[in-house]
Nanobody, 115 residues
Framework: QVQISESGGGLVRPGESLRLSCAAS????????LYWYRQAPGKQRERVAY???????DYRDSVQGRFTISRDNTEKMGYLQMNNLKPEDTAIYYC?????????WGQGTQVTVSS
């Protein structure tokens, strides 16, 4: 059974950076699309960033230029580099990998941005 696990969350001040990691047990990880989502208290889950199996990327407008999604298919890892963090980035961040017939979610990692 494929599982993924996020790490790297924490408490930071505005303007600081964090790097989230997503470790996947999928033997064919390179075939999956990679997503990062987040959910703030009282709000719906929203997609933050996407990377296709071929490396194409897409970001929501509010993080464009500050966040970078990446992957290492050899290590079966996904990453979200978050720079210049803002209080409104505070949320639980979830890694998701998807291919036809499989939609796998992690348990989430808390990111809190506060002065």
């Amino acid at each position: 059974q494929v599982q993924i696990s996020e790490s790297g969350g924490g408490l930071v001040r505005p303007g600081e950076s964090l790097r989230l990691s997503c470790a996947a047990s999928a033997p064919d990880f390179e075939l999956y699309r990679l997503y990062w989502y987040r959910q703030a208290p009282g709000k719906q889950r929203e997609r933050v960033a996407y990377m296709s199996s071929g490396g194409a990327t897409d970001y929501r407008d509010s993080v464009q230029g500050r966040f970078t999604i990446s992957r290492d298919n050899t290590e079966k890892m996904g990453y979200l580099q978050m720079n210049n963090l803002k209080p409104e980035d505070t949320a639980i961040y979830y890694c998701n990998i998807w291919k036809v017939g499989a939609d796998i979610w992690g348990q989430g990692t808390q990111v809190t941005v506060s002065s």
